[in-house]
């Protein structure tokens, strides 16, 4: 067979192919590896800058330093809102992959609730995947150091620390200080991509009027980072803004004495300097803890505040539109003062009923036999319908209307708070559009004694009872001054200057005297002021909630408490040179003199007599830096707050 | 104590004489550049450095031991050698243990990777049968090459591993051109290449080896998933430049950007660290690597020593090329270290085996043809 055979073998010619082969072989490896080389000479020479830029991108990350939020003072540098260091769990869902794959796993190391899920998916379907999503705030320490040792476990979790906004008298301010809430996609297209990284923005009240201030602005760090994000050098930085913070005209133990002097009742308060404009202290009650908010509020909690009649998350200060009542009175009569319509000395004869001609009803006078003679004065300290039926008559409702938006009704006092409401001021016109009804000189009557369709806000009234005090109407405001860092001085806000309210001095001064003796025996404040140490002025009110028709055939004892009278008061003090300017409306109080008349004493004698509440052993105010130190980088930290030695007088 | 002198002096020279220092210098350049350029891969830890200056010192060992070997006593033993290298590829696919198949045996001590020896053992097998043959090969001869070169290669397919069978079947490939295959087999196989490629593409080819075809094919296609591997080591190529951004200065590699930045992709980081200067230094070297090969087979006397000394040197060669194109984005991505350069043991030590007996036929030449 040919197998076994001897194999014939040419040596020579094998040889010489074998060098032809190689030869062949050696030609094409040169040329693979010129090939290669002339590849590599095209990436790494040719098209170098743009790989070197796409290498630069791919190592220089930048990270956003978010900036501590400004930290809030009353006007004696106590803490109201301050920010505390806290833990949170970011997701990025690109890295994260599927939930079904480290959810199980989180939600059993963090305690997850179906909300906080429900959330992150909610965010996860609108957020882009590069974009961490937080899954849950204010991470216990248990959780952190469980989450720790598992880490490895899940890529694209990370525990984040951040600084937890925390109100520390979050229920007594809740309508002053507002709060913050978890920033949406909404909130992301006014902000702008740039503060994405701010977690939080402020949703109402002052954290929501200055939150441009308060939040600062985000810097960025430029970071090398490894391939998994995390960072190993900053190689450059823009440093953040720290946010402002802001010392406000509102003082805490006033604040507190007014809330105490509430009790059970439900209303609101404002005090202010009628002097400047500042607002001293305000509340609307019942409040509410703003804490819960901070975070996201859970449904459950939700569901109690709005299913609570009470209404506590309605800010009555600025949205809370009432009929003012006799409040208005003073303001009235210092219309038909300055309109020259009535001089202090004109007298009108009170009988307990008045008639218009041609309309069968009448109108009353608190004081069924009527309160005889009265003039300016009187019908101040009497509270005397009559009189005011005939002066706005006379002055007729369009010179009535002009000198009411001139005191500020109908429009926003322009607090620093947003959202704040005009009012109701009827007119004709207002009449016109909202009920396609003519105007009767009936209406002009109910006008004169803020009654109809008369919608007012506890710091119109405020504001326009601080111009009898002072002479000047002006816009009330929380702010004093800010700082834009702990290292920087503080700063004042500039305020509008003052208008006066009347062009005499003089009618100002009746007018101020019918307040004072409102407050005087016979005057319908007269309890109110007794055994004071200083004088006072003031006007008591009675707001009916209900319609006059309904009114006059039903006991408002017996309607649920948002339907009684609303009592109110307005007043200042001390006479000579006022200091405080009041309003307060308390609902269901009755008449104005049982109720808020009182409150609106607590209050002065608290400012004026410093009979402030002792603040509670157990005050969670922060008085040093201690419970905020060690916080993240950037992180602006208050020190004790700024020694004001203004005096409260 | 001259004694002792003497007897050093003797090993010198034996040892000397059994190597060849034009290739051996290239070769402690290449290992001494493959470890420098580690050292900075592996972010400075002596550890990866260390135990492939070990892994070097075995292969020198390998080497010295090969090329002591007479290529005429490697030919006799040639079928033995083969036989038993078939039988921990054929174990490997019941015990073995790896990320994408069964590509290594745990032996305790190492890991043990079977293909790295049949990429030695094949090429000697082939040679050894054309060598008792007429050449160039007809047409029976070449078949049994053939079954010869598949056995091997399917063994590998089956673990799997796309890349080391297409080397090994390569390198015996080789051996078969090298002995004067007529040119129209090179037509044929193509085209039974390309008729089988469907086939093997259902059948054979892993999930993962497609998505490493279709990527290369559009690596931007998926930037963050297949395709990341070749995008990030094309911009630390890129990023490299001429002159490179320095020892230890690669921030793809660094960062991790660079997957596998010690084993596969380990040309990457020279390339972004050295630029292309670096590189072509050392393709210059494989290069001469390569062409000492060639020519050590050309004066051989013997056609075993030939075949196999070629086909050794170009199997070395296609490493490189085929490494040096898939880091830079120009073949798919087929799991091929970088000769000397990339960490691995059994790589390096069967690579430096297999050189030793290129040297062998150096070295032995006078010896076996006078």
């Known amino acids: 067979m040919r197998s076994h055979r001897r194999v014939l073998k040419n040596s020579h010619a094998e040889a010489e192919q074998f060098r032809n082969r190689a030869l062949l072989a050696f030609s094409g490896v040169v040329v693979a590896l010129g090939v290669l080389a002339g590849w590599y000479f095209n990436l790494q020479v040719l098209q170098h800058d743009e790989y070197a830029t796409r290498s630069e991108n791919n190592r220089i990350k930048l990270r956003p330093v978010v900036p501590a939020r400004g930290v809030i003072y009353d006007r004696n540098g106590r803490i109201l809102a301050d920010n505390v260091p806290a833990f949170r769990v970011d997701v990025t869902p690109e890295e994260a992959g599927a939930p079904d794959k480290w959810l199980p796993g989180l939600a059993e190391i963090f305690s997850l609730t179906e909300e906080e899920i429900e959330q992150f998916e909610k965010a996860r379907r609108t ?76 949703k109402t009240g002052i954290e929501r009027s200055y939150d441009e201030a308060l939040r600062g602005q985000v810097g960025f760090e430029r970071v090398e980072t490894n391939v998994e994000g995390r960072s190993m050098r900053v190689v450059g930085r823009m440093p953040a803004m720290p946010g402002a913070d802001l010392r406000l005209s509102i003082d805490l133990d006033l604040q507190q004495a007014m809330a105490d002097a509430f009790g059970e009742f439900e209303g609101a308060a404002v005090a202010m300097d009628p002097r400047t404009g500042e607002v001293l202290a305000m509340v609307s009650l019942p409040g509410y803890d703003t804490n819960l908010f901070v975070n996201g509020i859970s449904h459950a909690d939700y569901k109690t505040l709005i299913d609570n009649p009470s209404r506590p998350l309605f800010n009555r200060l600025v949205l809370g539109g009432v009929a003012p009542g006799s409040t208005l009175k003073p303001l009235i009569a210092l219309a038909g003062l300055d309109s020259g319509m009535r001089q202090p000395e004109d007298r009108v004869m009170s009988t307990g009923m008045f008639y218009l001609p041609g309309v069968r009803r009448g109108w009353g006078d608190a004081s069924r036999g009527g309160h005889g003679w009265t003039d300016l004065r009187k019908s101040i300290s009497h509270s005397v319908n009559t009189y005011y039926y005939k002066l706005a008559l006379d002055l007729g409702i369009e010179r009535f209307a002009h000198y009411m938006r001139e005191y500020g009704f109908g429009e926003p006092t322009g607090v620093d708070l947003v ?231 | ?227 990341w591997n070749i995008i990030q080591s094309k911009i630390a190529i890129g990023a490299g430049g001429l002159s490179g951004k320095g020892w230890g200065q690669g921030s793809q590699s660094h960062l991790n950007y660079i997957p596998e930045h010690t084993t596969d992709f380990i040309f990457a980081v020279l390339s972004e660290e050295f630029g292309w200067i670096g590189v072509v230094v050392v393709l210059a070297l494989y290069l001469f690597v390569v062409g000492r090969c060639l020519w050590i087979a050309a004066e051989a006397r013997d056609g075993y020593s030939r075949l196999l000394a070629g086909a050794l040197g170009l199997a070395f060669c296609v490493y490189v090329i085929v490494n040096g194109g898939m880091i830079a984005g120009l073949l798919p991505v087929v799991g091929v270290p970088m000769p000397l350069l990339s960490y691995g043991g059994t790589s390096a030590v069967s690579l430096l085996a297999g050189l030793g007996v290129v040297m062998a036929v150096r070295v032995y030449k006078p010896v076996h043809a006078r």
Do not use: C
């Open chain 1, 127 to 202: 957020t882009r995947g590069f974009r961490p999503i937080t899954l849950k705030m204010r991470v216990s320490e248990d959780e952190a150091a469980r989450f720790a040792v598992d880490r490895w476990r899940y890529p694209g979790v990370e525990l984040v620390s951040y600084l937890n906004r925390r109100y520390p008298h979050g229920e007594l301010l809740s309508h002053v200080i507002g709060y913050v809430g978890r920033i949406d996609e909404d909130d992301l297209k006014t902000l702008g991509e740039a503060n994405a990284a701010l977690t939080h923005i402020g």
């Open chain 1, 419 to 649: 959202g704040e409401i005009g009012g109701i001021l009827p007119s004709p016109e207002y009449k016109m559009q909202m009920r396609r009804e003519r105007w009767y000189p009936g209406d002009t009557v109910n006008a004169s004694i803020g009654q109809g369709d008369w919608k007012v806000t506890p710091l119109q009234l405020v504001r326009s009872i601080a111009g009898i005090a002072d002479g000047s109407l002006r816009r009330p405001h929380l702010t004093l001054e800010q700082r834009g860092g702990f290292e920087a001085p503080w700063q004042a806000l500039p305020q509008p200057p003052g208008a006066p309210i009347s062009s005499n001095p003089e009618n100002l001064q009746v007018v101020r005297e019918g307040m004072a003796a409102t407050m005087q025996p016979g005057g319908t404040g007269w309890r109110m002021a007794l055994g004071a140490e200083y004088t006072m002025a003031g006007k008591t009110g009675t707001a009916q909630v209900t319609s006059r028709r309904d009114n006059a055939a039903v006991d408002p004892r017996s309607l649920p408490l948002h339907l009684r009278h609303r009592s109110l008061f307005v007043g200042f003090a001390p006479v000579e040179d006022p200091t405080i300017a009041v309003a307060v409306a308390v609902e269901g109080g009755g008449y104005g003199g049982s109720t808020a008349a009182p409150i609106a004493r607590k209050i002065f004698d608290a400012w004026l007599t410093g009979a402030m509440p002792e603040p509670a052993a157990d005050e969670p105010v922060p008085a040093t830096i201690a419970e905020s130190d060690g916080g993240p980088a950037g992180a602006e930290t208050p020190e004790a707050g700024p020694a004001v030695t203004e005096a409260r007088r």
């Open chain 2, 1 to 227: 104590m001259s004694l002792i002198l003497r007897w050093l002096f003797d090993l010198g020279v034996r040892f000397g004489r059994t190597l060849d220092w034009m290739m051996l210098g290239a070769l402690l350049a290449l290992m001494g550049i493959g470890l420098v350029v580690l050292h900075s891969a592996s972010g400075g830890s002596p550890h990866l450095v260390i135990a492939q200056g070990s892994r070097f010192a075995v292969g020198l060992g390998a080497l010295w031991l090969m090329s002591r070997i007479s290529p005429a006593q490697l030919r006799n033993w040639t079928p033995l050698v083969f036989g038993l290298t078939l039988v921990p590829l054929l174990a490997v696919l019941f015990i073995g243990t790896g990320r994408h198949g069964a590509h290594w045996i745990n032996l305790g001590v190492i890991y043990f990777q079977p293909a790295e020896l049949i990429k030695l053992s094949l090429p000697m097998m082939v040679a050894w049968y054309l060598n008792r043959r007429a050449l160039p090969p007809r047409l029976d001869v070449v078949l049994v090459a053939a079954v010869i070169i598949a056995v091997p290669t399917a063994l590998i397919l089956l673990q799997p591993d796309f890349g080391t069978a297409m080397l090994v079947a390569v390198s015996g490939a080789f051996a078969l051109y090298l002995a004067g295959l007529p040119w129209w087999w090179f037509g044929t196989a193509f085209a039974g290449v390309a008729a089988v490629a469907p086939a093997a593409w259902f059948w054979l080819l892993k999930p993962y080896q497609k998505d490493r075809i279709f990527t290369f094919l559009n690596p931007e296609s998926d930037p963050l998933g297949a395709g």
